[in-house]
């Protein structure tokens, strides 16, 4: 099971998040790297304050196969 930033694309690897390479193999489990996380919770932060909205996160892209 492989880890992939929903934001930036990286892959987590054990000696941390990094471009993915070339071949992906097995499955992939959509999240965040720390500092997408960061960033993505301070964007939403902002914006439900702004518009007085529940905040909401898509996470959509497609991957290539
Ligand atoms: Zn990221």
């Known amino acids: 099971m492989v880890t992939i ?4 694309k990286r892959e987590k690897k054990k000696s941390g998040w990094e471009k993915p390479g070339p071949g992906r ?6 999240g965040f ?3 997408c996380h960061g960033k ?3 964007r ?11 905040p909401f996160f898509s996470c ?3 991957l290539p196969t």
């Open 33 to 35: 790297c720390p500092e």
């Open 5 to 8: 930033c929903c934001s930036c």
């Open 25 to 30: 193999a097995g499955k992939l489990s959509h």
């Open 40 to 42: 993505m919770l301070a």
């Open 60 to 62: 959509s892209f497609s």
């Open 44 to 54: 939403l932060e902002e914006h439900s304050r702004r518009r007085g909205l529940q």
